[in-house]
């Protein structure tokens, strides 16, 4: 079968650093993504890896290992306004997207 | 974890044709439900927020008419692009929302339809 799992949950304070896992199990794979998606908004695109390795993006970082089935994502120096759910979500070999749960990262003061 | 499906996954058509494209919530019911469109930056756009029984809230920008929402039941959600040019070939998602009780309700999203129009 295709599946996703990520933390249903994270806490996290303000100025730390936080790392959301994803693993997923599929029967092909054209990438993976993590999106942002704040209370009653649309999902903002973070990041897109499709090969394996780390892509840094001022704040938000995504690692990828193909191999292991698992990718994260890394945010550095938090802030109140990270406090969203963070959706990890990829292509199959067919383009369909599977979708994670989402995490919903809170940011204590 | 709830499931949401799309329907059909993959369409071709012509230029000038009518496409429809359904969303359904497989195990829950959905009051509300949400279409994207995904461009090739891959960020997502939201189209409209469609209600059951009432008629779709469109952002702005995107056109009623062209992009019929069509939310029957609280399982089913229609998007149809009417008239369809090439430049409507993208990959549209759908989510839908379920409702929790005493908890932020959670969005769940649906594998997307990729449209090409010739």
């Known amino acids: 079968g295709q599946n996703i799992d990520q933390p249903t949950e994270m806490t996290a304070t303000e100025g730390a650093i936080v790392q959301i896992n994803c693993t997923y199990q599929t029967s092909g794979f054209n990438g993976l993504f993590w999106y942002q998606q704040h209370a009653g908004e649309a999902p903002t695109f973070l990041s897109y890896?499709?090969l394996d390795g780390l892509e840094e993006k001022g704040r938000f970082s995504s690692f990828l290992s193909r191999s292991k089935g698992y990718s994260y994502l890394l945010l550095k120096e938090l802030q109140m306004k990270d406090s969203a759910s963070y959706l990890c979500?990829?292509?199959?070999?067919?383009?369909?997207?599977?979708w994670g749960a989402g995490t919903k990262l809170i940011i204590k003061p | 974890g709830a499931v949401v499906s799309q329907h059909p996954s993959r369409v071709i058509c012509k230029s000038g044709t009518s496409v429809k494209i359904e969303c359904r919530s497989l195990d829950f019911q959905a009051t509300t439900m949400f279409w994207y469109r995904q461009f090739p930056k891959q960020s997502l756009m939201l189209m409209a927020t469609s209600n059951e029984g009432s008629k779709a809230t469109y952002e702005q920008g995107v056109e009623k008419d062209k992009f019929l929402i069509n939310h029957a039941s609280l399982t089913l959600s229609t998007l149809t692009v009417t008239s369809a040019h090439p430049e409507d070939s993208s990959f549209y998602i759908c989510s839908a929302r379920k409702p929790s009780a005493g908890e932020t309700d959670t969005q769940y999203f649906g594998p997307g339809t990729r449209l090409t129009v010739l």
């Open positions: 979500a990829l292509w199959d070999s067919n383009y369909q997207l599977i």
């Open positions: 890896n499709v």
